[in-house]
């Protein structure tokens, strides 16, 4: 049987090329009156930043389809709802999120429970702010009582914060 194990901290995949991993201390959690609620809020903006971003990168497609032929007036307005989305993030939203995500490389592998509990916990919606994970469905999902999964969401947080002192 294969096992497929995690790649290490700074390898790129399939390329056998190791990067020295650079964590450097972050002033903005280290220095807070309480570094845990800004560590937890800095994930938080990661995740939005990255449910914000686009999913779908430079399409050709208007060049290659056809315009809809519009009839008339009624045809062009009202039939279908507004999407609403996210603003685009901004180039420093992005590198705020590459920082904050990177952090989640500091928890060892043998502890991935932890990177998957913060990483899905740091998900919210760009437009409401709601998590896409609540505690409960966390817990339904490891197997385990919310109580538990809030316990270990704040030890990972206690690693990350140690490492960035």
């Known amino acids: 049987m294969n096992v497929v194990r995690a790649q290490s901290v700074g390898a790129v995949l399939g390329s056998g090329v190791t990067m020295r991993a650079t964590i450097r201390p972050c002033p903005a959690v280290s220095e807070a009156d309480r570094p845990a609620a800004a560590l937890i809020a800095r994930l938080e903006e990661a995740g939005t930043t990255l449910l914000a971003m686009p999913n779908?990168?430079?399409?050709?497609?208007?060049?290659?389809?056809?315009?809809?032929?519009?009839?008339?007036?009624?045809?062009?307005?009202?039939?279908?709802?507004?999407?609403?989305?996210?603003?685009?993030?901004?180039?420093?939203?992005?590198?705020?999120m590459d920082e904050a995500l990177g952090w989640l490389a500091i928890?060892?592998?043998?502890?991935?429970?932890?990177?998957?509990?913060l990483g899905a916990r740091a998900l919210t919606h760009p437009l409401t702010g709601r998590?896409?994970?609540?505690?409960?469905?966390?817990?339904s999902v490891l197997g385990a009582d919310h109580k538990s999964v809030q316990r270990w969401h704040g030890d990972g947080v206690a690693l990350i914060l140690a490492a960035l002192r």
């Open 56 to 96: 779908t990168g430079y399409s050709p497609h208007l060049r290659v389809t056809r315009y809809e032929v519009v009839h008339s007036a009624l045809d062009a307005y009202g039939w279908e709802p507004a999407r609403v989305r996210a603003a685009h993030p901004s180039g420093a939203a992005i590198d705020r």
């Open 131 to 139: 998590y896409l994970f609540p505690w409960r469905r966390l817990g």
């Open 107 to 117: 928890i060892p592998e043998e502890r991935f429970v932890l990177r998957r509990i």
